[in-house]
């Protein structure tokens, strides 16, 4: 790599580099993180949860506990699989969505996004398709493209990944010679768009995949962040042998922990244990001592039901402020979760856009972010868990009276590229933070 105009390189190992390493590139939600954490800056770009509302005389209880009952092998390596105890508390939680799991079958992972990282280590070679989503996750996108994978989106509607668009994928790439590895779902007020899988296309889709051979990896981490009731039941509730299952505690609990969990047939588990073991050596004893004692001492489903109530508020005043502000833009309803999706009128471009919003003390994340293929201009994610009902109001009005500018300037002018730079070099945010 040179630096423009001087023939000088920036980085003198460049060539040295594996071709894989070209797929690590900084997401947008990375690149916006230091300008949207600004103080004066409403920002309804990041997901994050919004832990304020955790128990932390009950948390900081757990933690001296662990300490004073198990600070030696708290501080100790574990198991690469992770912590019995904390694993038995897992098929409790995935109970609620209907799993049934021993302890056996669960891997403990640094979050689910190594859960995710592993996976498609083990089945991902370069060129192999995977199929996700139209739009996904921009976290897997960032770690199916370090692998080399060939991303295919399927469209979705308001009711999920459409089973059609499957099936005629699928039937293009097979014609086409490529290997397809796995389909990759997120089927709770999917991130980003907020919108929850249909009961009977869960059935249609696993149908689908088992004809093909095609295994299924479910992403599940809002599906216990339900508004007003539950979503379907889980993918691997239905499909044990060709669902892969990846949880989390960051979003129901507290990112900052870093615990996850994988879901597996036997022989993938195994795998995954010594893929696990082969990267990290073992996951924190730490952190999970500290959530199996919280599990077992305080009630955990009334904090994530306090969760419920506060992200279902502040949905709704996001739903509300734009359809005071906004009201002739199309978004999703979400019945859970922590986003919104949101469509913009033709012409705009929302990652064209979004300096001039920082101009204006708003951010959001631009739909391209959530694509391996440039789609998306049209759309922002918008999260509503972490500012409060005022702020996301607040924000709302800003994000208007941005786009109302540039809808004047597009009627006028056409369609103009930013001029407003971001910085070039902003500090990235946790990976989990997308």
């Known amino acids: 790599m040179m630096s423009p105009g001087s023939g000088i390189s920036l980085d003198p190992w460049f060539d040295n580099y594996a071709a894989r390493a070209a797929g690590l590139n900084a997401s947008e939600v990375r ?46 390596y574990g198991s690469g699989q992770g912590l019995p105890t904390l694993r038995e508390h ?53 770690v199916f493209r370090s692998y080399q994978a060939r991303v295919e989106h399927i469209d979705m509607d308001e009711h999920g990944m459409i089973p059609a668009a499957l099936t005629d994928r699928i039937e293009e790439l097979k014609a086409a010679g490529v290997p397809i590895k796995f389909l990759y779902l997120i089927p709770n007020f ?29 992403d599940n981490p809002y599906g216990l962040l339900w508004f007003d009731s539950p979503p379907p039941q889980a993918l691997r509730s239905v499909d044990e042998a060709g669902v892969i299952y990846l949880g989390s505690f960051s979003k129901t609990f507290a990112p900052g922990l870093r615990v996850g969990w994988v879901v597996a047939p036997h022989g993938i588990r195994e795998k995954l244990v ?13 952190a999970q001592m500290i959530l199996a004692e919280y599990f077992s001492s305080h009630d955990w489903k009334r904090q994530i039901d306090t969760f419920r109530g506060i992200y279902r508020e502040r949905r709704d005043a996001m739903s509300a402020a734009l359809a005071t502000y906004l009201p002739d833009v199309t978004h999703t309803s979400p019945a859970g979760g922590f986003y919104l999706w949101l469509t913009l009128p033709e012409g705009l471009d929302s990652k064209e856009m979004l300096p001039r919003a920082i101009t204006e003390l708003v951010a959001y994340t631009p739909g391209t972010a959530f694509f391996a293929n440039g789609e998306g201009q049209r759309n922002i994610r918008l999260a509503f868990c972490y500012p409060d009902a005022d702020f996301i109001t607040e924000g709302i009005r800003r994000l208007a009276r941005v786009i ?17 730079p971001l910085a070039a070099n902003l500090e990235s945010p946790p990976p989990e933070v997308v």
């Not at 600004?38 to 209880?61: H, I, N, Q, T």
């Not at 609620?96 to 991902?124: H, M, P």
């Not at 109302?404 to 407003?420: H, M, N, W, Y």
């Open 31 to 76: 690149a916006l993180f230091a300008v949207a954490s600004r103080p004066e800056v409403v920002s309804l770009a990041g997901g994050m949860p919004y832990v304020a509302a955790l128990p932390f005389d009950k948390v900081r209880s757990s933690v001296d506990t662990v300490l004073a009952e198990n600070g030696p092998a708290a501080l100790q």
């Open 90 to 142: 897992i098929r409790t939680i995935m109970a609620e969505e209907g799993i049934r799991a021993g302890v056996d079958d669960i891997v403990v992972t640094t979050g689910s996004q190594q859960g995710l990282d592993l996976v498609t280590k083990l089945f991902i070679d370069p060129g192999d398709a995977i199929l996700a989503e139209s739009p996904s996750y921009v976290g897997a996108m960032g």
């Open 404 to 420: 109302t500018a540039e809808r004047e300037l597009v009627d006028t002018f056409g369609p103009a590229t930013s001029e407003i």
């Open 274 to 286: 010594l893929a696990s073991e082969a990267a990290i050596l073992s996951p924190s004893s730490f």
């Open 190 to 218: 999917q991130n980003p768009a907020g919108v929850t899988l249909s009961a009977s296309r869960r059935v249609e889709i696993l149908d689908i995949a088992q004809a093909h051979g095609i295994l299924v990896v479910e």
